[in-house]
């Protein structure tokens, strides 16, 4: 039996992905974990992970990793986004995390996480016709990918995130209308910025990363997350926008109560629909495709190919 295991260490969330290879050479998975430890709690503008946050996130790797050496993984790979590209004192997080668990973290830059995500995708639904756009919206950046037949031909990230959104322009609880059209016209001008909107035309945009999946749940109602309903799901411009209003009708004790939504998700859920909300426009298309796959698919993918 070959297991391997994947903690994914976001701004906002940890993820372990356990899986083993089939007898025909498919992935089967066997643990797929989330753990909401907000990594990013506090850090703002100043480039430090608090000490707390710091605490709590290495004790999650040490569990995930414990987990998953009791569930047979004889490999583990750990690796960083967001948060830990940005944050000074990184290194802390890194060293602490490898006390606790034995396990060497490393940091990927934005275009290998890009890449990830792509072969996440495509593990997913297989190749597309047209032209295909893939977002990951994180907890502190967010990633983009675009390719066709001959593969990827762009791939890049920008440092926009749900944490970093509703820290800077979503005080209010909930947050008013003038907030949240202000967080649109930060994130529009972001993406712009970047060139996402050069990329189009675009045949096909899929959405991944726990903003899009909760917003899927959500708009399922589901009591208990079925990841095989949200691959391959819709959601329109339409059911986006009813989803933040949905989400700004209530202060965050009434949010965190809502069917689908992880309580710990309830914090920054406004500010990553507001941000799927502007690339739907940006790119111009009607509706996203969901996808249940994130990085730590597409990196299991690739260890199991090498």
Request: hydrophobic letters at 45%.
């Amino acid at each position: 039996m070959d297991r391997k295991a994947v903690i994914d260490i976001g701004t906002n969330s940890i993820k372990l992905y356990v899986a083993e290879r089939a007898s025909d050479g498919s992935l089967v998975s066997v643990i797929d974990r989330n753990n909401i430890a907000r990594l990013g709690e506090g850090m703002g503008d100043t480039g430090i992970l608090q000490p707390e946050a710091i605490a709590r996130n290495a004790q999650a790797v040490a569990d995930f990793a414990e987990l998953a050496r009791s569930n047979g993984a004889q490999a583990i790979v750990a690796v960083g986004t967001m948060a830990l590209r940005a944050a000074k004192n990184a290194t802390d997080f890194v060293f602490a995390a490898q006390k606790l668990s034995g396990v060497e973290v490393r940091v990927i830059p934005g275009e290998e996480e890009a890449e990830l995500a792509y072969l996440a995708v495509l593990s997913g639904i297989g190749a597309s016709a047209g032209r295909l756009a893939v977002c990951d919206v994180g907890g502190g950046s967010t990633e983009f990918i675009f390719g066709g037949h001959a593969g990827i031909d762009r791939r890049f990230s920008v440092d926009l995130g749900a944490v970093r959104v509703s820290d800077k322009c979503l005080a209010g609880d909930p947050p008013s209308p003038v907030q949240v059209e202000t967080a649109m016209s930060f994130v529009l001008e972001a993406l712009t910025a970047n060139g996402v909107g050069a990329a189009r035309p675009v045949n096909r945009l899929i959405g991944i990363g726990g903003t899009v999946t909760s917003m899927g749940s959500v708009k399922l109602k589901m009591a208990q997350y079925d990841p095989n309903l949200i691959q391959g799901a819709a959601l329109a411009r339409d059911d986006v926008d009813e989803l933040i209003r949905l989400f700004c009708s209530m202060p965050l004790g009434e949010r965190r109560k809502i069917v689908g939504l992880q309580p710990k998700r309830a914090e920054v859920i406004i500010g990553g629909a507001c941000i799927v909300r502007c690339i739907m426009e940006c790119l111009d298309v009607a509706e996203l495709t969901m996808s249940d796959r994130g990085l730590r698919h597409g990196l299991m993918f690739r260890l199991f190919q090498s």
